[in-house]
């Protein structure tokens, strides 16, 4: 019964105008950004965190969590019409959905990606409202010792599924460790880390940071790439027949189990649950040659498992506080601004925002299916505006949206600093994501690690006696460990650079 309560808390709240407006925007935005290929989830939400800064606090995490799997429904729009996946949890379904407009079965293509990705996101959205209840019953028992122990094991999990070189994921985590400890320490009005600049004070701008390193780098990065124009195939029948739905319905239960169990990970998301659900289908399937040449299954499943991994990535952030990738870092973000701390604690003291937030998961879902195939023709239309006017228009909502939030022009010198530094990194083969995290993640730890030191009168024996502290470490040793054998290492690279 509570938990029927609570979803007709989540509903009352994410029904009203004004939320449905803002997630019918969020969803839009994020299938447009979707679409177009170079301007990530990730730059997006960061470019738009200066938006949310004055909108209630359920109304702009609605908004964000909509750009989120909004964006995932447009990725399989231009990969299966075009070849050109939007987002990277996009590639698997170009594998099939491309062969399968190929054949003029575009539309069916379409249709089966987006009642994939609805089927999943509902499912996906009730195992939420199920566990997220259970996890954060369990997060209560968590004291400082747990909650330090946790992170360690999250940045550690996200060092190894980083895409590129393991020294460098560490590189890029201590680098944002070090921004995020720059300003206030909890314990002491003096600020540190600032090299006697005063408007470090209160620390690095999470969003001038965020925008720089996610929005003006990639930017920045897609000015030097020729980005080809590709004609759209026709499209005729919109609906699947029976054979092609008969072949997508086992492929999506099954993607969508996989995807809700990837994104619960730390830094697993929708891009390894879409790879790994297509290889699953191939693995049972009895006739494994048809897939890359047309097989509605591998459309299904990748299309199920990004959608549900999306949704449930949500989970670590709000039943215990601790972002699992950068999309969660820059949500984290999003509810720092508004003044929520993350923590098992938003479920009971702002249970509105929570249940609202998972209510119009379901409610954003529905607007894409509607939005989706209508207007299929107006997204790819959308691929022939010329970058030369979209990206010079970015930028400069980036500056102005930057400059907004504290009216500084530090904050927008700074934006575009990291922007530029972040481009560097990238070409260096730097991946930025595990940065962010480490940004979001290192404060909240020295606040856990002085915690547990001051309950323990400076022992550190409560790591390792308290059960769930010792069992998340003992985790973390054996990922280190894992870290250091050859096979793994060539595992993690092939399946990371799958793609």
Request: with cysteine; hydrophobic share 55%; proline share 6%.
């Amino acid at each position: 019964m509570d938990l029927i309560a609570n979803i007709g808390l989540g509903f009352s709240v994410a029904i009203t105008p004004v939320n449905i407006l803002f997630c019918f925007v969020g969803v839009l935005l994020g299938t447009l950004i979707g679409v177009l290929p170079g301007i990530g989830a990730v730059a997006t939400m960061s470019m738009l965190l200066p938006v949310t800064f004055h909108l209630p606090p359920a109304t702009s995490l609605i908004m964000l969590a909509g750009i989120y799997y909004g964006a995932q429904y447009g990725g399989s729009t231009t990969a299966i019409l075009v070849k050109l996946p939007g987002e990277a949890s996009s590639v698997a379904t170009v594998l099939d959905g491309y062969a399968m407009a190929q054949k003029g079965r575009a539309g069916a293509a379409l249709s089966i990606a987006a009642l994939a990705s609805f089927v999943a996101g509902t499912v996906a959205t009730l195992l939420i409202a199920v566990a997220g209840p259970l996890m954060a019953q369990l997060a209560l028992k968590f004291g400082p010792a747990e909650y330090f122990s946790l992170m360690v094991l999250g940045l550690v999990a996200s060092v190894i599924l980083a895409s590129g070189s393991l020294a460098k994921a560490i590189i890029m985590i201590l680098a944002g460790a070090f921004l995020g400890l720059v300003g206030p320490d909890a314990n002491s009005p003096m600020p540190r880390l600032t090299f006697g600049v005063p408007a470090l004070a209160e620390g690095v701008n999470f969003v001038a940071l965020a925008v720089g390193f996610f929005g003006i780098s990639e930017i920045i990065l897609n000015l030097e790439k020729d980005m080809q124009r590709v004609a759209p195939v026709a499209m005729r029948d919109l609906f699947p027949n029976r054979e092609e739905i008969r072949r997508s319905v086992g492929p999506t239960l099954r993607g969508t189990l996989i995807g809700s169990v990837l994104g619960v990970l730390p830094g697993g998301g929708a891009l390894l649950a879409s790879f790994g659900a297509y290889a699953i289908e191939k693995k049972l399937s009895d006739t494994p040659e048809r897939f890359g040449q047309g097989a509605p299954e591998g459309v299904a499943a990748p299309e199920a498992a990004n959608n549900a991994g999306a949704q449930t990535s949500f989970v670590p952030l709000l039943t215990l506080g601790v972002p699992s990738n950068a999309i969660m870092a820059v949500m984290a973000g999003a509810m720092t601004i508004q003044g929520i701390a993350p923590s098992p604690k938003v479920m009971v003291e702002h249970a509105q925002l929570f249940w609202g937030m998972i209510a119009s998961m379901w409610v954003g879902n529905l607007l894409l299916v509607v939005l989706n195939l209508p207007l299929v023709g107006l997204w790819v239309k959308l691929l022939q505006v010329p970058y030369r006017i979209l990206y010079p228009a970015i930028l400069f909502f980036c500056c102005i949206g930057v400059y907004s939030i504290n009216n500084s022009a530090f904050d927008v010198y700074v934006a575009v600093g990291f922007g530029v530094v972040g481009y560097l990194l990238i070409k260096l083969g730097f991946e930025p994501t595990p940065l962010l995290l480490g940004f979001i993640l290192a404060p909240m730890m020295e606040e856990n690690l002085k915690r547990a030191m001051i309950l323990s009168g400076g022992s550190l024996e409560p790591f390792v006696t308290r059960p769930i502290s010792a069992f998340l470490l003992l985790a973390t040793v054996a990922m280190l460990l894992l870290m250091a054998l050859p096979s793994f290492k060539r595992t993690r690279e092939t399946a990371l650079n799958a793609d």
